[in-house]
């Protein structure tokens, strides 16, 4: 069999990759329902889930690429004219919906992609070349834009795939012609009808069809609100009040940074004030941490760190740290120490956070790092091993506040 394509049939490069895209479909669509609707309250649910779901996202990458080589193929090769080259309502609704396949064969892991690489944590892609993307900000807007974008494209593939189908069954039952079998392995050469050449597919009607049909999923996906995140509610949060301070804060970050699936995920609460009084001559002070909880943002498990398994951001919307501040022991990884109790999930434990710290003219500049064991805080108790979600979380800290007279 010819590897190129002809007037008559396919070549065989053209059968390969469609049937290995046709059969790469039909494993990721319902493989990606499963997914989606498996529960994730056990340690082993979570495991489950986030296998079918790396298998997934592996499996839509590889077809993104086949797509690409599948479409340059296609426009440098000729195309087998139709057979019914009269019926031009046909032929250009069969051009139209073959379009509209090529294009969601790339959108549709292509969107997929960006959502995967501007979010962190969750069922990681397994290739060797990490898991970001140039130009995809870790963002939770971006994230949510493109998960909604996803399902639209997706929802545009299965229609085209049904209407692709639907025109191969006609030919084969109906017509009863050689149409399907030009694309069969194995299927011979069909002569055409004499007044229909073979032709590149270069019309420009067809694409703007398919391109037009993207256009009008995409409207009505914004009329849905799907590109916001609505699935998910925000837990209901006020937010923290200014507190006077001998130090007033002006710029900082809390993050954590936790580890699932063995890979480490990172967050950030946006919302926590910080009562400090520090006296530079004798390096001790005091300072009282106040955090909303609800303003946790940790990549694609936001959703899930708030509820009542983990943080339980309802019933505990916020946590505090009260410490004194001294000189850190000898052998200590930094000069200075906040030594005090955390209140986490109505759990009061002792934390001493090690942390460096510059003052200039009244500027000071603070960097510390302390690590927390999540089961003492009644974090995760359904899982009890590291398998699915590491015991230890990391807390980083970084602000600048300026002194404030009198």
């Known amino acids: 069999m010819a590897l190129s394509n002809t007037a008559q049939s396919y070549g065989s490069l053209s059968k390969a990759l469609h049937w290995a895209t046709a059969l790469s479909i039909l494993a990721l669509i319902p493989l990606g329902i499963i997914a989606n609707g498996l529960p994730f309250d056990t340690s082993e649910q979570l495991a489950r889930k986030a296998l079918l779901f790396s298998v997934h996202k592996t499996l839509g990458v590889t ?28 032929t250009f609704a069969a051009e139209m919906v073959h379009w509209a396949l090529y294009g969601a064969l790339v959108l549709v892991p292509l969107s997929g992609w960006i959502h995967h690489a501007a979010t962190t944590g969750f069922a990681p892609i397994w290739w060797p070349f990490g898991q970001n993307l140039p130009m995809v900000p870790k963002s939770e807007t971006v994230a949510h834009l493109f998960a909604g974008l996803h399902i639209v494209f997706e929802r545009v593939l299965v229609i085209a795939l049904a209407l692709h189908i639907a025109g191969a069954l006609k030919h084969r039952i109906i017509d009863k012609d050689g149409t399907l079998a030009r694309m069969l392995p194995g299927g ?3 002569a055409p009808a004499p007044t229909a050449p073979s032709h590149r597919a270069t019309h420009i009607l067809p694409p703007l069809g398919a391109i037009a049909g993207f256009a009008l999923a995409i409207w009505v996906g914004s009329l849905l609100g799907i ?25 900082g970050t809390l993050s954590i940074t936790v580890s699932q699936l063995s890979a480490p995920v990172t967050g950030a ?11 530079p001559e004798t390096r001790t002070g005091e300072t009282t ?27 505990h919307p916020t946590a505090t740290y009260t410490a004194t501040i001294a000189p850190a022991p000898e052998g200590s990884d930094a000069p200075l120490m906040a030594t005090g109790l955390l209140t986490l999930k109505g759990v009061e434990l002792p934390l ?44 980083d800290v970084t602000l600048t506040a300026r002194r404030q007279e009198g």
């Not at 797509?67 to 019926?87: C, D, F, G, N």
């Not at 609460?269 to 006296?279: L, N, V």
């Not at 106040?290 to 019933?315: K, N, R, Y």
């Not at 003052?359 to 359904?382: H, K, N």
């Open 269 to 279: 609460f946006e919302d926590w004030t910080a009562e400090i009084a520090y006296d």
């Open 188 to 190: 011979g050469a069909v």
């Open 227 to 251: 590109y916001h995140g609505k699935d998910a509610a925000p837990v209901a949060r006020a937010e923290l009040a200014a507190v006077a301070s001998d130090w007033q804060v002006e710029t």
């Open 352 to 395: 001493a956070l090690p942390f460096d710290l510059s003052v200039t003219e009244g500027l000071a500049e603070m960097t510390g790092r302390a690590t927390v064991q999540r089961l003492d805080f009644g974090i995760g108790p359904s899982y009890p091993d590291e398998a699915s979600v590491g015991f230890a979380v990391e807390i």
């Open 63 to 90: 077809v993104f690429f086949l797509a690409l080589v599948r479409i340059a193929w296609m426009i440098r090769q000729p195309k087998p004219a139709p057979l019914h080259p009269e019926r031009r309502l046909e």
């Open 289 to 315: 941490v106040t955090v909303a909880i609800p303003s946790l943002t940790l990549g694609s498990v936001t959703g899930q760190a708030l509820e009542a398994e983990f943080f339980d951001a309802t019933a």
